[in-house]
């Protein structure tokens, strides 16, 4: 039986959805339908059954004799645990790391939580000032997913999250995407990608939007698929294989979406968060060898 042998690990809202669905086509690569497995980052607490090792290597069945196997769980990245299990799980694994500005990662992520039900304060600023508040189990939405998504600052800490992934792996079995660039140059990023990972040049996909922002038609729909009657899981469990239920629940999910763009940033609000964060675009420039000082001059 074939297993993941590359990981795109984060960071959330960089474009991991495209790059995975880009990747997902060629047809030298065998990546499952479902993302988000979060198979590893035991330290991780989501507030959701984690799948067992049977059910997570079931999804990699049909991957036959295709070159490259691979999965994308984007909090991966922020988990300081999901590297070393990765490693013991498959020591010559290839590790994507794609990264955003902080400022617009965050907003396009509290924007992802309104969502999926992670986050109940609509007002972005708020929620940020509320950061402390949920580090001390204070102010937490009632279907909280995964609590420490909250946490915000915490999330765009790439420095150290990096340099986890290049002293486990080292720096030849890490590829880094800015996202500037991917959003910009698609084409070209997706061919560095799969040089990157050793298979065959001649394919590129229909290069398309991926993951626009979106909100939900009802939140009883939405909260009924996160968190079923004890008793239609059970039922479920026997009746239904893992891999068909988790195939239903993303397309009911998928029918209860409507795509609406997002407002901008207040300006204000914008270059107070690209002053905080100077110090750390600074430190990452100087981990990665490239100037990325753009992020909080422009």
């Given at each position: 039986?074939?297993?993941?042998?590359?990981?795109?690990?984060g960071?959330?809202?960089?474009?991991?959805?495209?790059?995975?669905?880009?990747?997902?086509?060629?047809?030298?690569?065998?990546?499952?339908?479902i993302?988000?497995?979060h198979?590893?980052?035991?330290?991780?607490?989501?507030?959701?059954?984690?799948?067992?090792?049977?059910?997570?290597?079931?999804?990699?069945?049909?991957?036959?004799?295709?070159?490259?196997?691979?999965?994308?769980?984007?909090?991966?990245?922020?988990?300081?645990?999901?590297?070393?299990?990765?490693?013991?799980f498959?020591?010559?694994?290839?590790?994507?790391?794609?990264?955003?500005?902080?400022?617009?990662?965050?907003?396009?992520?509290?924007?992802?939580?309104?969502?999926?039900?992670?986050?109940?304060i609509?007002?972005?600023?708020?929620?940020?000032?509320?950061?402390?508040?949920?580090?001390?189990?204070?102010?937490?939405?009632?279907?909280?997913?995964?609590?420490?998504?909250?946490?915000?600052?915490?999330?765009?800490?790439?420095?150290?999250?990096?340099?986890?992934?290049?002293?486990?792996?080292?720096?030849?079995?890490?590829?880094?995407?800015?996202?500037?660039?991917?959003?910009?140059?698609?084409?070209?990023?997706?061919?560095?990608?799969?040089?990157?990972?050793?298979?065959?040049?001649?394919?590129?996909?229909?290069?398309?939007?991926?993951?626009?922002?979106?909100?939900?038609?009802?939140?009883?729909?939405?909260?009924?698929?996160?968190?079923?009657?004890?008793?239609?899981?059970?039922?479920g469990?026997?009746?239904?294989?893992y891999?068909?239920?988790?195939?239903?629940?993303?397309?009911?999910?998928?029918?209860?979406?409507?795509?609406?763009?997002?407002?901008?940033?207040?300006p204000?609000?914008?270059?107070k968060?690209?002053?905080?964060?100077?110090?750390?675009?600074?430190?990452?420039?100087?981990?990665?060898?490239?100037?990325?000082t753009?992020?909080?001059?422009?």
């Amino acid at each position: 039986m074939k297993k993941p042998d590359f990981f795109i690990v984060g960071a959330p809202k960089c474009g991991t959805t495209a790059m995975n669905e880009f990747l997902k086509q060629h047809p030298e690569i065998f990546i499952p339908k479902i993302k988000e497995l979060h198979f590893f980052g035991s330290d991780l607490k989501f507030n959701l059954s984690r799948i067992s090792k049977d059910e997570y290597l079931s999804l990699f069945l049909d991957a036959k004799d295709k070159c490259r196997v691979g999965e994308a769980s984007v909090w991966y990245l922020y988990s300081k645990l999901a590297a070393s299990e990765i490693k013991e799980f498959s020591p010559s694994a290839s590790i994507i790391i794609m990264l955003r500005n902080p400022v617009d990662m965050l907003y396009s992520q509290h924007s992802q939580f309104l969502y999926n039900g992670n986050e109940d304060i609509e007002c972005f600023e708020e929620a940020l000032n509320a950061e402390e508040d949920r580090k001390h189990g204070l102010r937490i939405p009632p279907n909280v997913i995964f609590v420490e998504g909250l946490f915000y600052r915490e999330t765009v800490k790439y420095t150290e999250q990096v340099r986890r992934y290049l002293h486990i792996f080292g720096r030849e079995k890490v590829y880094i995407i800015i996202y500037d660039d991917f959003k910009n140059e698609t084409a070209k990023v997706y061919g560095e990608t799969i040089r990157f990972l050793g298979v065959s040049e001649d394919f590129y996909p229909e290069f398309k939007v991926i993951n626009p922002n979106k909100r939900v038609h009802s939140h009883r729909v939405k909260n009924f698929l996160q968190n079923p009657p004890m008793i239609t899981k059970s039922i479920g469990k026997v009746l239904i294989p893992y891999r068909v239920r988790q195939r239903l629940v993303e397309k009911f999910k998928s029918l209860n979406i409507k795509y609406v763009p997002r407002s901008p940033m207040k300006p204000e609000l914008r270059k107070k968060l690209q002053a905080e964060f100077v110090p750390e675009v600074e430190q990452l420039s100087e981990l990665l060898g490239r100037d990325l000082t753009h992020w909080y001059k422009t």
